[in-house]
């Protein structure tokens, strides 16, 4: 996790930002949507070529999508929204370990992010813990969601800006709140689709600044979370994903198309809780050693992360 970020504010109560229409939202979506997959496939250039003609029946189709779980969180709650935005953007989800994540008290769940349909996944599977607010980068898309918004402690790409984080969520799991964070801060290998090998890589690599929470407010409970299959193969032979050069930009852009093309998205997400770390003495080095190797062992246990928690 970044080590700061600030808090969205309810301004409007989930209604449209101020002098929004309905309409005029949907179209901001629209366009913020495709803007992001110029971006993601290295295609910058061309975003206002005749090129965003032929991309603009996909980046509507998920805009409207997403206003209509924005709209559902609202009125349903964020669970319960997520649960409508992955049902029509998966072929379901199987859960392991639920039972790990606390009913009540600060908790952190730590997962990987393999996606972008993870995050409403795992929303969606924390329905028993209606107080969740999510950790998330700072992104227009996000933010044209007033209900979701809500919901946010958002990292600013500025860092002069970061100075909130800590306590707004630090203040949050003092009232016994529980948060979702993904450490990486960025698209990882999805443990199904691109392999155990490139995934336990990811993992090692996280910042072991959520250790600070620990400190914070020691009474804490860190639950780590493994979700896989949200990425489909297909999508990482696609060819534009083929043609980026990095690793990390090939996954992001295989993440991109997951969420565009409905003939990506008929798999089952899988994901699977661990048990939680309990600190002593807010040993940070301690904390993400456990909260790593117990991660290593959700994916290393038969392959299959949906069976993995004990």
Known sequence: MPPAAFDVPDENGGAPPLGMTSSSLLERLTEINLDDLFEAAGLVRLRHSPVRRLLRPSARRFAQLAHEFDLRAGEQGLARGSAWLLHRMTAGVRVAGLGHVPATGPVVVLANHPGMTDTVALIASLESR?????IALDRPFLRAL????????????DAARRTGVLRAAAGHLRQGGALLTFPAGAIEPDPVTAGRAAAIASIRRWSDSFALFARLVPQTRFVPAIVGNVVSAASRRHPLAR????????ERLAAA????????Q????????????VVRGADADAL?????????????ATGDPSRGAG
């Open 130 to 134: 209606p107080d969740l607010r999510v």
């Open 146 to 157: 007033p209900n979701v918004a809500r919901r946010l402690i958002v990292v600013p790409d």
């Open 243 to 250: 043609l980026r050069r990095t690793a990390q930009d090939r």
């Open 257 to 264: 198309l997951q969420v565009a093309l409905p003939r990506y």
């Open 266 to 277: 008929d798999g089952v997400a899988r994901i699977a809780f661990g048990a939680a770390s």
């Open 288 to 300: 993400r050693v456990d909260v790593v190797e117990r991660l290593v062992d959700l994916i290393e």
